[in-house]
C-alpha cells in the first residue's frame, strides 16, 4: 500500500540545537500533519498542513515549531531551539482528504535532545 | 483529555479466542478511526467507521460505534499470534474540521500461541 517515509529514523542533538524532521508523504495526498507521542503515552496532534499553509495547530506546537513543504518536496518539522521536553517519536502523517479519510503514518523519527 | 474512561491496558489471551476493546469519549465526533500500531512503526488504519455506521466489519475485526454512549469497540475473531500490536482508537475533531485526530491511549494485545 502507500507508504510515507521519515528521515532520519532516529536523531540525538544537544539541548538548544536546531532539528529538522523529515517526511515524504505518499505522492498523491494533499493533507500533512504531525503527531508527537512520549513513551507510553498517547499520540498527540501538532499541527496539520495543506496548500502550503497551517490549517491547525495545538498547543504543543510551540513558537520554536515550524513546518513547511517548498516546491512539493519534504514535508518539514522544524524545532529551533530545542528543549528536553521535545524529546519523542514524532510522527508524520498524510491524506487524500481530510475528513473521515485514512491518514497514512510514517514510521517515525526517535528525536532525543540532551 | 478527550478519552474519559479508557485508561492503557495489557490484555493477553490465547490464540483462537475472541477479544474486545473498548473506547470511550467525550466529545462528539462524526467518526471514529481504529489504528494498530507494530513495535517500531507508525499506525496503520483497521477500520473507520462513521456516524451513520453502528456496525462494521472487515475480515475478523468487527468495530461498533454507539453516538448516543460516546463509545465504541473493535473485536477481533478467533485471533491469531500477528494479531499482537497495540491498538489505538482516534476520533476527529469537529472544530475546525480539519482532520485532527485525538488518540486514545491505547490497548496493548498480546496473542499468545
Known amino acids: 500500500g502507500p507508504k510515507v517515509l521519515q528521515i532520519p529514523s532516529h536523531q540525538i542533538i544537544d539541548m538548544g540545537q536546531m532539528v529538522t524532521l523529515n517526511c515524504d508523504p505518499v505522492?498523491?495526498?494533499?493533507?500533512f500533519y504531525w503527531y508527537k507521542q512520549i513513551l507510553g503515552q498517547q499520540m498527540e496532534f501538532l499541527v496539520n498542513f495543506y496548500n502550503g499553509k497551517v490549517m491547525e495547530k495545538s498547543k504543543l506546537f510551540k513558537d520554536q515549531f515550524s513546518v513547511e513543504r517548498p516546491d512539493g518536496s519534504y514535508f518539514t518539522l522544524k524545532i529551533q531551539p530545542t528543549a528536553l521536553e521535545d524529546s519523542a517519536v514524532y510522527f508524520c502523517?498524510?491524506?487524500?482528504?481530510?475528513?473521515?479519510?485514512?491518514?497514512?503514518f510514517g514510521p517515525g523519527t526517535r528525536l532525543t535532545v540532551l | 483529555s478527550q478519552w474519559g474512561e479508557e485508561n492503557l491496558q495489557a490484555l493477553s489471551i490465547q490464540e483462537g479466542e475472541d477479544v474486545t476493546m473498548n473506547c470511550s469519549y467525550k466529545?462528539?465526533?462524526?467518526?471514529v478511526h481504529w489504528y494498530r500500531q507494530d513495535s517500531g512503526r507508525g499506525p496503520a488504519l483497521i477500520i473507520l467507521?462513521?456516524?451513520?455506521?453502528r456496525e462494521k466489519r472487515s475480515g475478523r475485526l468487527r468495530a461498533t460505534l454507539d453516538t448516543s454512549s460516546q463509545s465504541s469497540s473493535l473485536s477481533i475473531t478467533a485471533a491469531q499470534c500477528e494479531d499482537t500490536a497495540v491498538y489505538f482508537c482516534a476520533t476527529e475533531s469537529i472544530t475546525g474540521n480539519t482532520g485532527k485526530l485525538i488518540f486514545g491511549l491505547g490497548t496493548t494485545l498480546q496473542v499468545q500461541p
Open positions: 467507521i462513521r456516524s451513520n455506521e
Open positions: 505522492s498523491n495526498h494533499l493533507y
Open positions: 502523517a498524510s491524506s487524500l482528504a481530510h475528513i473521515s479519510y485514512e491518514q497514512y
Open positions: 466529545t462528539y465526533t462524526t467518526v
